[in-house]
C-alpha cells in the first residue's frame, strides 16, 4: 500500500507537527520496534513515547532502522517522550532529558513533554525551565506539556514567558475537553488526545458512531479518530497490527458534517480515567 499522507501543522514555535500521531505505550521489545518501524512505513510521523513506557530504545532503533532503509528522512519525524514526576526540578529535567536523548541514540528529541503536573510537588515550572534549557542546547526542538489545565498552562506561560507548544491529554467523544481546547486555540498550544477510542469495545459499539460509520462508509473507529482531526487535536492511536496502523491513519479522504461532529461531542460523559490533573500523582 502507498504511504498515507497525514496532513502537518506548525506549532507556536514554527516547528511541524502531524494532524495523527502513533502511540507506543507497551510497543515493546522486538515486535515493538518491528510495529513502530512498520508504523512510519505507513505515513506515521509523529511518534509517542516516554520514560515510563520503558520503550525509548526501542522507538529509537525503529527511527534509525527506517531512516537507514530511506524509509523516510529523520528531520521528517517528531519523536515524542516524557518527563516523569520522579525527574521533577529545573537540574533533573535537564538530566532527565539528556538521558533520553541518549537512550533514543537520536540526535535529538523533537518534542519533550512534562508527563504529568504533579502539582502536590509544585516542581513543574523549574521542569519546564529546564526543558527551555535543553532547548536551548539543542537537545530538544519544542517544549510542552501533558495533562495540564487551564490554570497551571496560564501559570507556566505568566512565570517563564513561553507558552507550551503541544498539551496531551485525555480527549475522547466521552471526555471532549470543550473549555481546555478553548483555551489552546486562544493562546496557540496545539492538542494532542491520548486514548482517543476511549473504552474502544464500548465507544465503538456505540450507536452514534456506528451508524455514522455506515453514512460515511468507515469503520466506526475511522469515524471516531476523524472527529479528533476536526477538533483541532491530533489523535495518537496505539496499535502495533500493520493493518490497524492503515486503518487507523486513513482518515484524511473524508470530512465529517459539523453536526455530526457535534452529535459525537455530545455523548460526553465526564473522564474515564483515574488521571485528573489537580489531584493525581504519577512518578
Do not use: C
Not at 527551555?132 to 526542538?141: D, P
Amino acid at each position: 500500500m502507498a504511504t498515507i499522507d497525514i496532513p502537518q501543522v506548525t506549532l507556536n514555535d514554527g516547528t511541524t507537527f502531524a494532524e495523527l500521531g502513533l502511540g507506543t505505550y507497551k510497543l515493546t521489545g522486538d515486535e515493538g520496534v518491528a510495529a513502530v518501524e512498520a508504523a512510519i512505513g505507513t505515513g506515521y510521523r509523529v511518534l509517542d513515547t516516554a520514560v515510563n513506557y520503558g520503550n525509548e530504545r526501542e522507538v529509537g532503533e525503529a527511527v534509525r532502522r527506517a531512516v537507514d532503509a530511506g524509509a523516510v528522512q529523520r528531520d521528517e519525524l517528531i519523536v515524542t517522550t516524557k518527563i516523569p514526576g520522579r525527574h521533577h526540578g529545573y537540574e533533573e529535567a535537564i538530566a532527565s532529558g539528556r538521558e533520553s536523548k541518549a537512550t533514543l541514540g537520536l540526535d535529538r528529541i523533537d518534542l519533550l513533554l512534562i508527563h504529568w503536573p504533579n502539582p502536590r510537588v509544585d516542581k513543574y515550572v523549574d521542569t519546564f525551565r529546564g526543558m527551555l534549557a535543553l532547548r536551548e542546547e539543542g537537545v530538544v526542538r519544542s517544549v510542552g506539556v501533558s495533562n495540564f489545565t487551564e490554570p497551571m498552562l496560564q501559570r507556566l506561560i505568566d512565570e517563564t514567558g513561553v507558552v507550551p507548544a503541544v498539551n496531551q491529554v485525555e480527549l475522547h467523544p466521552y471526555f471532549p475537553q470543550g473549555a481546555l481546547r478553548a483555551f489552546h486555540a486562544e493562546h496557540g498550544i496545539r492538542t494532542e488526545s491520548w486514548s482517543p477510542l476511549a473504552r474502544r469495545s464500548e465507544l465503538l459499539q456505540d450507536p452514534l458512531i456506528r451508524d455514522l460509520a455506515e453514512v460515511y462508509q468507515v469503520t466506526p473507529t475511522q469515524i471516531v479518530l476523524r472527529w479528533h482531526v476536526q477538533l483541532g487535536s491530533t489523535p495518537i492511536p496505539k496499535s502495533s497490527d500493520p493493518e490497524r496502523q492503515i486503518e487507523n491513519a486513513d482518515v484524511f479522504g473524508f470530512a465529517l458534517d459539523e453536526e455530526h461532529v457535534a452529535a459525537i461531542s455530545g455523548l460526553e460523559r465526564g473522564r474515564l480515567w483515574d488521571g485528573d490533573p489537580d489531584t493525581h500523582e504519577e512518578f
